[in-house]
């Protein structure tokens, strides 16, 4: 019998890795730090996901009820990976509890960290609590409970959302783009508008990244048939009046100051590397790249691997990435996985 592969974190790109091997008949072993499968989407409780609409309890907790039914996967919770010995067709993997097994490929897909907006103070995030993130804002629109100000409950009758927090930002170390929070910012902008007709929604942007399909769906759909009002700005800083949050910067188009009033604010949160990066690179011996994400090798000729034969790569471990491009991701590594445990279907 063939050796199982081994599927390091249970996120979107990793219950993808696992329904793959599976449907082609090839045992995987599933190892997950948390306490459930799903990753972020379930974890954090994201609401409705872009661009399907569908609620990530429905989408994503679909793919983890399929992976859990799954006789061929052996789901192993709590628990993360101590060393990788050995090379391609023949690895050796300590698990953090002890136990061991024997693996002809790894693919690790262990994700990305939220930012934590405690790291960009002077936008008010921990000091007033009305400041929260999309995260936060997707946990009460997810649980049922509808858009409301932490303060005092109350539904805010004017809510500014702030773009690139802890994205494209050098002066704290995080120039990169995190890719989906333009998108999930005008799919949450328009659900605070549904819920609450009466309720002004801003968006302020450095640049507005709906990219590809969603600029129609989200970037249009959202200013013309919802309301919603883009400004071009540069934050300084959020601050309180004491009765209201107020949002000082400066409108980039214009060229002028602009200081307004809002009753809850929303970071549009990025994506960081996973804190358990550097522990990860260890462990299984694979390189960074110089943000800090799993490095790739080259994209064309070796796709989906990292530095160390045998060992590949998917979804936001090797930088922010999309739930439907973690998938593709995942779906590749998977096709790079298998001849190395059925080595006759290399040749064949
Ligand atoms: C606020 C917000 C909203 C978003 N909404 C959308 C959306 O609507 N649509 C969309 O396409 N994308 C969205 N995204 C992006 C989406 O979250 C990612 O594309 C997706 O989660 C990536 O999946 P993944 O499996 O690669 O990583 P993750 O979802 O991060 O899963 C990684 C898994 O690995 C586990 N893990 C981590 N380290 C270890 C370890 N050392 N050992 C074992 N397990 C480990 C984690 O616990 C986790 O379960 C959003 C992102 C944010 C920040
Ligand atoms: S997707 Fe938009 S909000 Fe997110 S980092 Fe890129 S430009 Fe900023």
Not at 275 to 293: H, M, R, W
């Amino acid at each position: 019998m063939s050796r199982p592969v081994l599927i390091v974190g249970g996120g979107p790109a990793g219950l993808a890795a696992a329904s793959a091997l599976t449907a082609v008949g090839q045992r995987v072993v599933l190892v997950e730090k948390a306490e459930r499968l799903g990753g972020a989407p379930i974890l954090s409780g994201y609401a409705k996901l872009v661009p399907s609409g569908e609620w990530a309890k429905d989408a994503i907790g679909g793919m983890v009820r399929r992976v859990e039914a799954q006789p061929l996967a052996t789901v192993r919770l709590r628990t993360t990976v101590a060393s990788l010995k050995g090379g391609p067709g023949d690895f050796n993997a300590e698990f953090s509890d002890g136990a061991a097994v024997q693996v002809g490929a790894v693919i690790l897909c262990t994700g990305f960290t939220h930012f934590d907006s405690l790291n960009k103070p002077e936008w008010g995030f921990g000091t007033y609590p009305d400041v929260v993130t999309t995260a936060q804002v997707e946990q009460m629109i997810s649980a049922g409970t509808g858009v409301r100000c932490p303060s005092d409950g109350r539904a805010p009758q004017r809510v500014a959302i702030l773009l690139c927090v802890g994205s494209r930002d050098r002066q704290i170390g995080r120039p990169w783009c995190s890719k989906i929070c333009c998108t999930v910012s005008a799919n949450i902008a328009m659900e605070i508008r549904e819920q609450l007709p009466d309720c002004h929604v801003y968006i302020y942007y450095m640049d507005i990244r709906t990219f590809g399909l969603y600029e129609t769906k989200y970037y249009w759909r959202s200013q013309e048939e919802f309301k919603i009002k883009y400004i071009k700005a540069r934050i300084a800083e959020v601050t309180s009046d004491g009765q209201r949050l107020i949002v000082k910067g400066e409108d980039t188009l214009v060229k002028r100051p602009i200081t307004i009033p809002f009753d809850m604010v929303v970071h549009a949160i990025g994506m960081d590397p996973n804190v358990d990066n550097k522990s990860i690179a260890t462990a299984f011996g694979v390189a960074l790249e110089p943000n800090g994400y799993l490095e790739r090798g080259n994209s064309y000729g070796n796709t989906a691997e990292t530095s160390r034969p045998g060992v590949f790569v998917a979804g936001a471990a090797a930088g922010p990435e999309t739930i439907d491009d973690s998938i593709a991701q995942a779906y590749a590594a998977a096709a790079r996985a298998l001849p190395l445990v059925h080595p006759a279907q290399a040749s064949a």
